[in-house]
């Protein structure tokens, strides 16, 4: 199984600041047959379901707004939020779909500072 | 607007059987590739099980090969998961999911599943 890590576990960061959250697998998620990386980042609140942010490392979902970006290739992936909204409160998780079974990292927390 | 809402969780004991729904709308359900994706009180996300468009392939994670059965009727745009010999670990709440392939673009709300005596 492909183990996603990420770091850091918990972030604080002032709002307009960037938050950069980092996710590393334990292979590749690149494919050699359309140069494509099977990695993804959702985003979950309290009480809610998550929802896709970015597929493919760095595309943006349908409606996400463009402070999220996604970056890296093959192991190291990185989701930076340019400018932190209150509302950007949440646990963020990185999937890889590169191969079954498909597997998540454990979730970075990000508060306000 | 897609939607997804589960129901059918609940508490059971350790050895039990539970079967949870998703009832899927605003998308064309037949073409659509259907996952279970858990999350453990206070834990992070699991992949369960996935069946595709017709339901002849499916896969599941090691921890409930053999003892859960993911199936879906596309007459009724419903998706299920039949789980026996819950555990204490099994524990969670469990969410539908859809999208392409195996990136989860749609979520239900999800419901709860409690294994305990």
């Known amino acids: 199984d492909i183990v996603m890590t990420q770091s850091p576990d918990s972030l604080a960061v002032s709002l307009g600041e960037r938050a950069p959250i980092n996710c590393r697998s334990s292979?590749?998620?690149?494919?050699?047959?359309?140069?494509?990386?099977?990695l993804a980042w959702y985003q979950q609140k309290p009480g809610q379901p998550p929802k896709l942010l970015i597929y493919?490392?760095?595309t943006r979902a349908s409606g996400v707004p463009d402070r999220f970006s996604g970056s890296g290739s093959g192991t190291d992936f990185t989701l930076i939020i340019s400018s932190l909204q209150a509302e950007d409160v949440a646990v963020y998780y990185c999937?890889?779909?590169?191969?079954?079974?498909?597997?998540f990292g454990q979730g970075t927390r990000l508060e306000i500072k | 607007e897609v939607q997804l809402v589960e129901s059918g969780g609940g508490l059971v004991q350790p050895g039990g059987s539970l079967r949870v729904s998703c009832a899927a709308s605003?998308?064309?359900?037949?073409?659509?590739?259907m996952s279970w994706v858990r999350q453990a009180p206070g834990k992070g996300l699991e992949w369960v099980a996935y069946?595709?468009?017709?339901?002849?392939?499916?896969y599941y994670v090691d921890s409930v090969k053999g003892r859960f059965t993911v199936s879906r009727d596309n007459a009724k745009n419903s998706l299920y998961l039949q789980m026996n010999s819950l555990r204490a670990e099994d524990t969670a709440v469990y969410y539908c999911?859809?999208?392409?392939?195996?990136?989860?673009?749609?979520w239900g709300q999800g419901t709860l599943v409690t294994v305990s005596s």
């Open positions: 999911a859809s999208g392409g392939g195996w990136v989860f673009d749609s």
């Open positions: 605003g998308f064309t359900f037949s073409r659509n590739w």
């Open positions: 069946i595709n468009q017709d339901g002849n392939e499916r």
């Open positions: 292979q590749s998620v690149l494919s050699s047959s359309n140069n494509n990386n099977y």
């Open positions: 493919g490392a760095s």
């Open positions: 999937h890889q779909y590169y191969s079954a079974p498909i597997t």
